[in-house]
């Protein structure tokens, strides 16, 4: 429990902003819920009808008040919300205009209307009432809803004065707004949110002001009667009965905490009731789940269903484990300009300086979360990584790993950028972000499950200071060998990435990202031989205005695989290049001579397959060409 206990920290510390939403992103006040509401009736202090007006998409996200049982409502008799809610709820002329009700209320079409007007006289009755919630009351009793939004315009019927399921006018007649917002819904489904104008009262809107939540708030809690131990704070307290859905988005039925098997055994055999299982307070899991359903809004990485979510209990702003340089960078120091990490000492300094910059601001924070959260299924949340951390440990196991799997790479990602203007260099030093890992070690197409799987694996490894797993180091070097299977751009990523990858795999052998003449093993002197290779054909097709894959990127898998037998056919292929460029290609000839001197006899001569050792050897043999591209006299973009 000690994730609820966070959260439930993570809340205290930040109710003052409960409630005021900026934009889309609100911490919830408790016993509150979200809801994409697509219309709003305003009435006057008497309870009588005003106009009506379709909710706008960007506008539709409606704070409104619940219960334990409808935050979580689902199955065939969904229970009411207190306030606002669906036709069939708060309108008692849904019937009368062909509405439909959901297939538990069948028997009785009546009860939903019925439970929903008893809830909301309940509270209008107690000594907890609101003005603004009598007047909805007062106006709902009439029954006159569906109605009073048919003659106002805003729902629209058929020649039998029946709801339209769809709207079937003229082809080139202009669509009602209410067709346009419910998408695939029916207007029966429509969503009711409400504005009460009283005088002197500039706040109209129900779903905004704070006297209204509080006024249920107060309402609610004090009915509560199930106490027992909550195991979150060890009071005796009202616990829980159900506990909040909607983590991801507005519908999302994924459940944290549930226990609603009664004949199964998700809690028979260890404990009597669900409540032994798991006793959380009801103030705590709304508080808790509020507040993860924040953090997820505000900073947390979403991909297919998978959420990744750090957090500091204070509110302070974290490194994110998924960014690279720039992303990292962008959180302490917006002014960090375009040249940042255009060689491996302007990425070790603003590593620094951007780390030093989080130091400073959570020195003063109890600790740092990392959760990873998944639904197993529909109405299951599972938490497939949890960790706490202090700062000091956190920050430098994101440091470490940046260090050690900073690479140089020029496919210029603007994934984590948050200022879209920045202009990335061409060419910059960076740890890749796992997304671009994944997408490099198993290509852009992988299925959504594996995917999220891979994230994760990768997320561990940042988190827990744990290498890469082999099998992820080997698709990688396999994908950049094979340069025939993808466009030059793809390669050209996969390879820098791969070379990240198998430094940090074997960190140490402490790899430098520039060009390391001295070191003597095959498989980098072969990389090595390979990129001199490349740039002799590929100088020459281009003085003769050729557009192809050079001999040596054709046969590049191969070569990984049998070095010393498709070596012999790649220098054999050099000879027409050599004559075409004379002179000038002499000094790539001996820095080919070069090379080959440097192996030991027996490792040359060696078909064993490469490992991906050969990348990096490839990779910065190609960097050292380019910067000396003009004293060759070749053209410096090839």
Known sequence: ??????????????????????????????????????????????????????????????????????????????????????????????????????????????????????????????????????????????????????????????????????????????VPDIFQVLRTLKQQDAFIRWAVEFPGDPQTQLWKDEAVYESWIKFYTSGQANRGLCYVIGDEVELALFHPAKLRHDGDSAKLISANDKQGFTFRGRFLDDVQAAGVSFEVTQKAHNALRWLIQKQAFQTSGLVILTWATGGEDVPDPLMDIYGLSQMTDESAASDVGYTAEDFARELRRSILGYRQQLGSTDGIMIIILDAATPGRMSIRLYREMIPAEFLARIEHW????????????????????????????????????????YGHRLDGSLRKTAIERLVRCIVDNEPIP???????????????????????????????????????????????????????????????????????????????????????????????????????????YKARLGNRGRRRVNEISEVMALFETEDFISDKQLSGEFLLGYHCQRQALWKTAKVDGEPADN
């Open 1 to 174: 429990m000690s994730w609820v206990q966070r959260l439930y920290e993570t809340y205290e510390k930040n109710a003052s902003q409960a409630g005021r939403a900026a934009s889309e992103l609100v911490l919830l006040p408790i016993c509150h819920s979200t809801q994409q509401a697509q219309i709003t009736i305003v009435l006057n202090h008497l309870g009588e009808f005003l106009r009506a007006a379709v909710v706008p998409l960007p506008d539709c996200r409606t704070i409104i008040p619940c219960t334990e049982r409808s935050g979580s409502r689902g199955g065939t008799k969904p229970v009411n919300h207190p306030l606002c809610d669906k036709l069939q709820y708060v309108a008692g002329d849904f019937l009368d205009f062909g509405g439909v009700v959901t297939s538990g209320f069948a028997r009785q079409p009546t009860e939903p209307h019925g439970m929903y007007l008893a809830d909301l006289g309940a509270w209008c009755e107690s000594d907890y009432s609101h003005p603004k919630v009598s007047a909805v009351h007062k106006y709902v009793s009439k029954g006159t809803v569906v109605g009073d939004l048919v003659r106002y315009g805003t729902l629209h019927v058929d020649a039998s004065g029946k709801l339209l399921d769809a709207w079937n006018g003229e082809p080139n007649a202009i």
């Open 402 to 441: 940046h260090e050690s799997t900073a690479w140089t790479h020029t496919y210029r990602s603007r994934r984590w950028s948050k200022t879209l203007s920045k202009v990335l260099p061409k060419e910059y030093v960076s740890a890749p972000s796992p997304v671009d890992m994944v997408d490099a070690i």
């Open 470 to 576: 082999r099998d992820m180091v080997q698709s990688v070097v396999y994908r950049a060998a094979n340069p025939a299977a993808m466009e030059p751009w793809e390669w050209n990523k996969t390879l820098t990435i791969a070379c990240s990858m198998y430094r940090k795999f074997r960190e140490t052998e402490g790899y430098s990202l520039a060009l390391e003449v001295d070191r003597r093993s095959r498989d980098y002197l072969y990389g090595r031989l390979l990129a001199l290779a490349d740039s002799i054909e590929e100088w020459a097709l281009s003085e003769s205005g050729e557009q192809r894959q050079t001999n040596a990127i054709r046969l590049m898998q191969r070569f990984s695989e049998r070095p010393f037998s498709t070596w012999k056919v790649i220098e054999l292929s050099l000879a027409p």
